[in-house]
């Protein structure tokens, strides 16, 4: 099959949400969120921007569904639901993993709005996994709320550092580092050898670490 065949066969596909979400996730993965609009899928698609309406209402939709597709990544099938802290650690392991394979997603997962029940059922998961350790309906959230925070915060750390963009970057980052006076900066200095070979998987699961151990101290000292 010719290539020209090819694509007029996918645009003979019928139109589907499922196609509509798929082609907008592939924009933001390749150009960004800038990029994203009914009208740019709609020419992706072999399609008119009204059509693109009777599968998706509206942008808001658009961009729930594309954080649905980004969940459904998530392989969360080694998990225990029996051991709390380790299905914990697992599960917002695979949602990092996840961010960082689309990271122009993270202003969407950031901002505040309704998805759809498929995008709440890892939010249901973890509640329930930090209910069944001890936690209140309240702390749950909180716990749920801090680890979030950590997980999204530490991709978006990771994305942007200069000391993850190269050899060039990384160096220069560096360099202004070993120039401080080490009478001053001693802990600086005496951290420089990690900064330049540093395993960021390390440092997600030694901060998910830190904050269950916490969580678990937290309960033991109420118990």
Same mark, same amino acid.
Not at 66 to 76: A, F, H, K, P, S
Not at 124 to 137: H, Q
Not at 148 to 156: A, K, R, Y
Not at 184 to 202: K, Q, R, S, T, V
């Given at each position: 099959? !010719?290539?020209?065949?090819?694509?007029? +066969?996918?645009?003979? /596909?019928?139109?589907?949400? *499922?196609?509509?979400?798929?082609?907008?996730?592939?924009?933001?993965? &390749? &150009? $960004?969120? =800038?990029?994203?609009?009914?009208?740019?899928?709609?020419?992706?698609?072999?399609?008119?921007?009204?059509?693109?309406?009777?599968?998706?209402?509206?942008? %808001?939709?658009?961009?729930?569904?594309?954080? $649905?597709?980004?969940?459904? *990544?998530?392989?969360?099938?080694?998990?225990?639901?029996?051991?709390?802290? !380790?299905?914990?650690?697992?599960?917002?392991?695979?949602?990092?993993?996840?961010?960082?394979?689309?990271?122009?997603?993270?202003?969407?997962?950031?901002?505040?709005? +309704?998805?759809?029940? %498929?995008?709440?059922?890892?939010? =249901?998961?973890?509640?329930?996994?930090?209910?069944?350790?001890?936690?209140?309906? =309240? /702390? #749950?959230?909180?716990?749920?709320?801090?680890?979030?925070?950590?997980?999204?915060?530490?991709?978006?750390?990771?994305?942007? !550092?200069?000391?993850?963009?190269?050899?060039?970057?990384? /160096?220069? #980052?560096?360099?202004?580092?070993?120039?401080?006076?080490?009478?001053?900066?001693?802990?600086?200095?005496? #951290?420089?050898?990690?900064?330049?070979?540093?395993?960021? %998987?390390?440092?997600?699961?030694? $901060?998910? %670490?830190?904050?269950?151990?916490?969580?678990?101290?937290?309960?033991?000292?109420?118990?």
């Amino acid at each position: 099959m !010719t290539i020209t065949q090819e694509k007029k +066969d996918t645009q003979r /596909e019928p139109l589907s949400r *499922e196609r509509i979400l798929k082609t907008a996730l592939r924009i933001v993965d &390749e &150009e $960004g969120l =800038e990029h994203l609009s009914m009208r740019r899928i709609a020419g992706e698609l072999n399609a008119t921007p009204m059509a693109l309406y009777n599968h998706v209402p509206n942008k %808001d939709a658009l961009l729930a569904g594309i954080v $649905g597709l980004l969940l459904d *990544e998530l392989d969360l099938s080694q998990l225990d639901p029996s051991l709390p802290p !380790t299905a914990l650690k697992v599960g917002f392991g695979e949602f990092r993993k996840a961010m960082l394979r689309h990271p122009n997603l993270l202003p969407i997962m950031c901002r505040k709005g +309704d998805f759809t029940p %498929d995008s709440m059922r890892p939010v =249901e998961l973890a509640l329930s996994l930090l209910r069944a350790m001890g936690f209140s309906d =309240e /702390e #749950a959230l909180q716990a749920h709320w801090a680890m979030t925070g950590m997980t999204i915060g530490h991709v978006m750390w990771q994305i942007m !550092t200069p000391l993850f963009d190269g050899d060039e970057a990384a /160096e220069q #980052a560096l360099a202004g580092k070993r120039m401080l006076p080490i009478s001053e900066f001693p802990c600086i200095h005496g #951290a420089l050898p990690f900064m330049e070979d540093c395993d960021m %998987d390390a440092v997600f699961e030694f $901060g998910m %670490d830190s904050l269950i151990e916490g969580f678990k101290t937290r309960l033991a000292a109420r118990a």
